[in-house]
């Protein structure tokens, strides 16, 4: 609670924040790096090649 965050960008890229931190996939990639399925089909193909 009480954390800031700076921004600097076009409005156009800063229109796309929103974005990046409503969508669970959208976190986990700016937080870590690495992609993950973002839709439940994605993530039941992926389970499935995985075992």
Known sequence: MGDELL???TSRG?????????SPASIEY???GRQVP???L??????????
């Open 30 to 32: 700016v937080a870590t």
């Open 14 to 22: 800063l229109a796309k924040v929103p974005d990046a931190l409503v």
């Open 7 to 9: 921004l600097a960008g």
């Open 42 to 51: 994605w993530r039941t193909l992926s389970a499935r090649s995985n075992r």
């Open 38 to 40: 973002a839709t439940w």
